[in-house]
């Protein structure tokens, strides 16, 4: 056994960083301390962070009632199991959680991270017909360009041609794909129309072996930032009713007002049968998650026989400190008119960003409060990480995407400063 101490252990440092190629990886900005939209750099340096901590930071940073909320809990008690015991703040999360989300998502099942909650939708959603006796029902079916995750489930309902997990493909859980739908937020119906075709002829050719669809609802954040229509998600409710099959939105992303409404299927006319939330429900404080079901799916799981019963519990599902911040976010949301400052973000983004033109641009994006510039080749914009840094901001594109997705307590010039990054970047001296 090679020992721990050995030069071929140590060389590259004891933390092993996400989404990174270690062998050359120089991470040179260190964060000391951060308040609002600011992160305070070990130099002295402070950077509007324009992705909110991986889309999660809502409330800005260092928010002190959030920060007293999680102290009040912590001096309770800061976690209990929620395996044969109970405790009343996380019962009242849950209990708001179903007051806010669309009626009929009745029921809560926490854990904690949004790739194990959509872990659970798809066992919930297979379970859901194997307790009625249909063994047939095993597979789900994903969009090209989605992205629910990076545990072996979620992998296989992730893109599986040109997502980051496409190695995984035949290894993880073959599932179906559909096209990612076209046009945007104001699709035609003929394009509508075209990519509603395509699902009814999947759905018609496997709907006997097909358990749940499962959506990013209205915007694909790390598969590209893809935008399409609400009437979409309308008319694909439909013919999974009609098929039998359920629909599972995974609003890990797209929750807690991101594209301009509370949730994205606030823009549509339908429930899901499962929603998925992460991210913002603890405003970036602490890593918890949920996924909602309808009583018709709760009540499969009820029996005489033990079997039946959901065997699923993670070890720090339902946990209080993340409630009592969750709740404590949920309020100052509403109380502070959110969805407001979620409008006024997307007009700027608006303003800034979807007139904007370059030979090295495909396309510049905007929902709620999501910029997105695609480019032609990833290459144009290497070097716009240190770029934006020097410049007060801090950016982390990937792929052939530069976006922001800032906290919404962003002011218009905090806003301005980002987009002007990401525009000068294109028009700098050479």
């Known amino acids: 056994m090679t020992?721990?101490?050995?030069?071929?252990n140590t060389q590259y440092g004891s933390l092993w960083?996400?989404?990174?190629?270690?062998?050359?990886?120089?991470?040179?900005?260190e964060v000391v301390e951060t308040n609002g939209v600011y992160l305070t750099?070990?130099?002295?340096?402070?950077?509007?962070?324009?992705?909110s901590s991986w889309w999660s930071v809502t409330h800005g940073y260092n928010h002190p009632e959030l920060n007293q909320a999680m102290t009040n809990q912590i001096n309770k008690f800061s976690h209990v199991m929620l395996g044969g015991l109970k405790n009343q703040m996380t019962q009242s999360f849950a209990d708001k959680l179903v007051e806010i989300t669309p009626e009929g998502l009745n029921h809560v099942f926490f854990s904690d991270s949004g790739s194990v909650a959509v872990e659970?939708?798809?066992?919930?959603?297979?379970?859901?017909?194997?307790?009625?006796?249909?063994?047939?029902?095993?597979?789900?079916?994903?969009?090209q360009r989605a992205y629910h995750g990076d545990t072996t489930a979620c992998m296989s309902v992730c893109d599986p041609a040109e997502g980051m997990h496409k190695m995984f493909h035949g290894i993880t859980p073959e599932q179906l794909f559909l096209d990612a739908p076209t046009g945007g937020f104001n699709a035609s119906d003929a394009e509508i129309n075209a990519d509603i075709q395509k699902a009814k002829s999947l759905f018609e050719e496997h709907g006997s072996s097909i358990a749940a669809m499962i959506v990013e609802p209205l915007l694909q954040g790390a598969g590209g930032f893809n935008i399409y229509s609400p009437e979409y998600l309308n008319q694909l409710k439909a013919l999974c009713q009609a098929h039998n099959i359920l629909l599972i939105f995974d609003e890990v992303a797209t929750g807690f007002g991101r594209t301009g409404k509370l949730f994205a299927s606030e823009h549509t006319n339908i429930t899901p049968d499962i929603m998925i939330l992460a991210?913002?429900?603890t405003a970036g404080y602490i890593g918890h998650a949920a996924t909602l079901a309808t009583t018709d799916i709760f009540e499969a799981f009820l029996s005489?026989?033990?079997?039946?019963a959901?065997?699923?519990?993670?070890?720090?599902?339902?946990?209080?400190?993340?409630?009592a911040v969750g709740l404590k976010a949920i309020e100052i949301f509403k109380r502070d008119d959110y969805l407001s400052k979620i409008s006024n973000i997307e007009q700027t983004l608006k303003d800034e960003l979807l007139d904007f033109e370059h030979e090295e641009i495909e396309e510049c994006r905007v929902l709620g409060a999501t910029g997105a510039i695609e480019v032609k080749d990833a290459k144009s914009h290497h070097g716009i990480q240190e770029y934006a840094a020097e410049r007060g901001v801090w950016?982390?594109?990937?792929?052939?995407?530069?976006?922001?997705?800032?906290?919404?307590?962003?002011?218009?010039d905090q806003l301005k400063a980002i987009t002007d990054v990401m525009k000068g970047w294109f028009l700098r001296e050479r």
């Open 279 to 281: 991210k913002g429900l």
């Open 120 to 143: 659970v939708a798809i066992k919930m959603s297979l379970q859901y017909f194997f307790n009625q006796g249909n063994k047939n029902k095993t597979r789900i079916v994903a969009l």
């Open 304 to 308: 005489d026989d033990p079997a039946k």
């Open 41 to 51: 750099m070990n130099d002295g340096r402070e950077l509007i962070d324009s992705i």
């Open 395 to 412: 950016l982390r594109p990937f792929e052939r995407y530069i976006y922001t997705m800032p906290p919404y307590i962003i002011t218009d």
């Open 3 to 8: 020992q721990s101490s050995s030069p071929e």
């Open 310 to 323: 959901f065997m699923h519990g993670p070890t720090f599902m339902g946990n209080p400190t993340a409630c």
């Open 17 to 29: 960083y996400p989404y990174a190629q270690m062998q050359n990886l120089e991470i040179n900005l």
